[in-house]
């Protein structure tokens, strides 16, 4: 099986840096996902990792450590609309599913 | 493209109605899956299908539900009865067979039961 934690709530200030932790146990690893959903709408794609390291792509950055079982989603410059739930998802062995965390609420403020 | 189309958006029926959800996946794309959001338990995987063939359904929650993919542009998810517990978001995505499999969800369809 598998087993996702994030925090359940953040808080930024417009402007800043925040990073979205997400560790995880899993019986097989094939892949882990990044998505950002907006209330009352659709989860949508932000970043996926396989390997070890960072993967830059704008204001969103995300990493992973294999071995330690942990990713983070940084996200710079925030800006009022990245006030969002982020969902960390992890791809294991039976392709493609995946299995998502309860995702994390970030709110940002001015 | 048109990306993932579910229908309805909204739902309201009375317990013991039957439901049937609908789903166009992303024209090319060979995986399709149905979740159930909900504030308590939050995103669940409830069946995914690859080339129209259902591979896990382990997380249907009861007989009530099923699903069917008669070809590769069109799925159904039905619960037959309805329960107020089934209240919920009902979300379809697709993908395709590639490095990322990355997901594509649809606008997802309010299940209210009353």
């Known amino acids: 099986g598998q087993n996702i934690d994030q925090p359940t709530e953040m808080t930024a200030t417009e402007g800043a840096i925040v990073q979205i932790n997400c560790t995880y146990q899993t019986s097989g690893f094939n892949g882990l996902f990044w998505y950002q959903q907006h209330a009352g709408e659709a989860p949508t794609f932000l970043s996926y990792?396989?390997?070890?390291g960072l993967e830059e792509k704008g204001r969103f950055s995300s990493f992973l450590s294999r071995s330690k079982g942990y990713s983070y989603l940084l996200l710079k410059e925030l800006q009022m609309k990245d006030s969002a739930s982020y969902l960390c998802a992890v791809r294991g062995p039976l392709n493609p599913q995946s299995t998502f965390g309860d995702g994390t609420t970030l709110t940002v403020k001015p | 493209d048109a990306g993932v189309i579910q229908s309805p958006r909204h739902e309201v029926t009375e317990m013991g109605q039957e439901v049937t959800l609908r789903c166009k996946p992303i024209?090319?794309?060979?995986?399709l899956f149905w979740y159930r959001q909900t504030m308590m338990r939050g995103l669940e995987l409830l069946i995914y299908?690859?080339?129209?063939?259902?591979?896990?359904d382990s997380g249907m929650p009861e007989d009530r539900f099923s699903a069917k993919m008669p070809n590769a542009s069109f799925s159904t998810l039905k619960i037959q009865p309805s329960e107020p517990r089934d209240s919920a978001v009902y979300f379809c995505?697709?993908?395709?067979?590639?490095?990322?499999?990355?997901?594509?969800f649809g606008p997802g369809t309010r299940l209210t039961v009353l």
């Open positions: 299908f690859n080339n129209n063939v259902p591979i896990d």
């Open positions: 995505a697709s993908s395709t067979r590639g490095r990322t499999d990355t997901q594509y």
């Open positions: 024209s090319g794309h060979n995986s």
């Open positions: 990792n396989v390997l070890d």
